[in-house]
């Protein structure tokens, strides 16, 4: 019982973190229809930016709103440079597109910066623990799982009281008839890269303080967790999304416990074909979104 | 359907509508790529002597046959797929276990299961059981693909052929007592590697000619159809399912034997080489040079290797070319990393500015075929004789979508003998009707019938091979085939599912429909009426028992949709079918029909001939008179 509970709290808090890069990916999703696969080069590029702000004697708490701004910025310039010029594209050219962008960034830090791990001092506080009777609380998990609640408390008032948060949720809810509506114009569809880009920030700065270092290739794992998380919950739907990542945080603590030896390694892969399965049996995933195409 | 069966041509088989432009031509096709693309390669190990220019071409012989493997299924289908590399490793692991010779195994993976270390077998029948091997799992994953209706862009099959790709590189990495795990791997003794070019050249060839012929089969084009328009292709009868399945084991066939290849020629196997790194070489060479052909193909895998090559070299200390590289003030550029820079690079920059890539769908053999073949346009066609009386109905069908009743208890019937009218106001259920009875929409009561013939909630496919073919309110031709090419892939679906092997006389259909000057060019190109008149010709090709259109006229001049009531007239008599036609304009309605229905609010409110049907208060308060007031407005 102590021990499952742990592993909920544990899960709650990687599943949080997952949540926020899920909801990441829907929301550009939603306006654009492209499964961003260079959603994961945002958390790369910003690693790399508080590597070089560390060496110039910054603290955590100048680094982690640092982590935020380059977020965002990277990912209003990547949509300006190219996923601009591919809307309106077929799914297929959209979708390779970012395919190649999450090759390109990779293969530009190593080509710059070298295949080298960066790493950076994690914050003192990472491996303190509180302890509530029997169980035994990451000072971490609690941290994060206070601010994902926040993020997405904010999150959800833009999406609901504003109009820009409007036109997102309609497109999220049906991509033709808003754009029939002019919502895919260009303010909406950057306002959602910006937003996109701070979530991924936010999740970023938990992600670099965990892992404590960055390297080209670091931007493959975030990317899978929020892709897998968002297509779990569905794509199209934004709760879908952050249930999809708790859902995910939750199944990988609970595999990796429950998982004989050998195979505790395969778990992305056992997620991974979890999910497959998913599409297979229910292709909408856990959040249903009816997609029927017009004739 | 006799009228239009050309007895003259030479009866080909099923799988080859044309022995000529399907097969010979293909097939001397084949053989220029291969010499072209075999012999820039030669010429290279010539200009370049040594060992590793040598090795260089090998490896892009290699790529070429997996790029190949690839476009079969991709090319074809449209439907996108991350997951060949991982068919890769699978075909890669089965081979190097089962080549490798015992005695390297009792080094490397002594505890291997099912006693696999002691398996003794020469590399011909290992590449052989890792086809075998590789093709069981493409079973299993079309099997999963065909189940999540994957269709062209559609994300199911990303995240299947993803996951396929992660679990196989996974198991790879991590299976110890078979796969040697992440580090060490297998190897193959020194000397017992791929020692001469002849089975890559065997293998190159073979897939040169099967990606060929299969594009050019029946099932490639129904294959084309449904990456086109999926919807459109199950409308004319296609169940592209079965299609892409077929695909993706032909493709998946391909991609074994150079996976084994690619092992046997390395030496070695980690679980990377047939991972995400590969799997970005062989996509940025399908696509730079085109995925729909194999020219573009195997001019991508040119291309690339060459842009590589080139990139590596001059990100090696002190190599130039052209006074350029490291020791020159460029080294910025000329570093290491550049090739893979280069990759990202030039997948992004193809999408952006041609995502069809250098040569699009432009393949050798189809160009041949129409420089040495010219067409005569056909005579007149000669009407159908009359067909046996059939009845089409739909009794009480109710549709609700959430809380709104589209159509309720609403009922029709037309025989084969007549044209019916089916007019209404927006949103009165026209559609909404003709959706039902071609099963895109399952009604939530009532029944469709097609003689005694119960067709409710079937697949549209199903629908179409029993004799319901419709055309869209919203045009959906195969945009990127040729006007003739639309209408051959309605006739290839009516001869095996309709008509027991006769085939419609394509030529004769397009000419008809007065397409002849436009057959060769693409469907995408042609203006707005003579796309209505192309999918129209492409359903009277699927030789339907009726003919279901939506909105034919619809954006149509005056004088054109009279047009329009001749041109229907003549294929529904050519092809001896009932026409079911919704329409706005009355004229045309008038003009062609032989009674009339009328829905409002999801209600029949009204039968009869035309004139009666005008007549009708209950349709004047529903429908004519709001049009009769704006036609006054507008007089």
Known sequence: MTELIQNLIDGLGRGSIYALLALGVAVVFGVMHLLNFAHGELITVSGYAAYAAFSNGWSWYLVAPLIVVVSVVTNLLIERIAFSRVRGSSEFTQLLTSFGIHFLVAAIFLMYVGARVQTFAEPGWIADTFSVGPIRVEVFDTVVII??????????????????????????????????????????????????????????????????????????????????????????????????????????????TWLPGTAAALTQGVVFTLIALLFIFRPGGLVNVAHAERV | MGAWTRSRRREAGLLFPDLRRDVAFPLAGAVVLFAAFVGAGLLYTLLVEGASADKLITAMFIDAIMVIGIQIYVGNTGVFSFGHIGFGAVAGYAFAIFAIAPDDKYTRIPNAPWGLADVEMGPLPATAVALGITLMVAVVVGIGLGRSGARSGSVAATVITLALLFFTHEVAASW???????????????????????????????????????????????????????????????????????????????????????????????????????????????????????????????????????????????????????????????????????????????????????????????????????????????????????????????????????????????????????????????????????????????????????????????????????????????????????????????????????????????????????????????????????????????????????????????????AMVESVRRMAAAVGAGVLVIDHDLNFITGICDRVYCLDQGRMIAIGTPDEVQADPAVKAAYLGEAAQQGENSS
């Open chain 2, 176 to 562: 110890n007592e078979l796969t040697g795990g992440e580090r060490a791997g297998l190897t193959f003794g020194i000397g017992d590697t791929l020692q001469t070019r002849t089975p890559v050249y065997l293998a190159l060839f073979a897939a040169i000619v099967l990606a060929l012929l299969f594009a050019r089969s029946s099932i490639g084009r129904l294959n084309h159809a449904a990456r086109e328009d999926n919807l459109a292709a199950r409308a004319m009868g296609i169940n592209p399912v079965v299609q892409q399945t077929i695909a993706l084991l032909l493709s998946v066939a391909v991609v074994s034997v150079a996976a084994s290849l690619r092992v046997y020629e390395i030496g070695s196997l980690l679980p990377e080489f047939f991972f995400f790194q590969y799997t970005l070489l062989t996509l940025v060479m399908l696509v730079v040079g085109g995925r729909n052909g194999v020219t573009g193909a195997l001019l991508g895998v040119a291309i690339i290797t060459a842009v590589r090559e080139t990139a590596r070299r001059m990100g090696s200390d002190g190599y130039e070319v052209f006074g350029l590289g490291l020791d020159g003030n460029l080294d910025w550029v000329f570093r290491e990393g550049l090739p893979t820079v280069l990759l990202g690079l030039a997948m992004v920059v193809f999408m952006i500015w041609r995502p069809n890539g250098v040569v699009d769908d432009w393949e050798v053999d189809a160009w041949l075929s129409r420089r040495f073949t010219h067409r005569q346009p056909p005579g007149a066609a000669v009407e159908a004789p009359e067909p046996e009386a059939l009845d089409l109905s739909a009794s009480g069908v109710t549709v609700e979508f959430g809380g709104f009743r589209a159509l309720d208890g609403a009922s029709i019937e037309v025989s084969n003998r007549e044209i019916v009218g089916l007019i209404g106001p927006n949103g009165a259920g026209k559609t909404t009707l003709v959706n039902v009875m071609t099963g895109m929409v399952d009604p939530t009561n009532g029944v469709v019938h097609l003689g005694e013939m119960g067709l409710t909630s079937e697949p549209s496919h199903a629908i179409a091979r029993a004799g319901l073919v419709r055309t869209f309110q919203n045009l959906r031709l195969f945009s990127s085939l040729t006007v003739r090419e639309n209408v051959e892939v309605a006739a290839l679906m009516a001869s095996v599912h309709r008509n027991g092997g006769t085939r419609a006389d394509v030529d004769a259909i397009v000419a008809g429909a007065g397409l002849w000057d436009q057959r060769n060019r693409r469907a995408g190109q042609l203006d707005y009426g003579n796309s209505r008149r192309l999918e129209l010709a492409r359903a009277a090709a699927a030789a339907p028992a009726f003919l279901l259109l939506d909105e034919p006229t619809s954006g149509m001049s005056d004088t054109e949709s009279l």
């Open chain 1, 147 to 256: 601010v994902a609640i926040v993020t997405l408390a904010v999150t959800a008032a833009i999406l609901q009281r504003t109009m820009f948060g409007l036109s997102i949720r309609a497109a999220a809810a049906d991509f033709d008839a808003a754009r029939l509506m002019g919502v895919n114009s260009d303010r909406v569809i950057r306002g959602a890269f910006a937003l996109s880009g701070a979530l991924a920030g936010i999740a970023g700065i938990f992600w670099l303080m965990r892992a404590g270092h960055t390297s080209p290739t670091s931007g493959i794992n975030p990317m899978l967790s929020g892709v897998l998380a968002a297509l779990i919950g569905g794509l199209g739907s934004l709760k879908g999304a952050v249930i999809g990542g708790l859902a995910l945080g939750l199944a990988e603590v609970m595999l990796r």
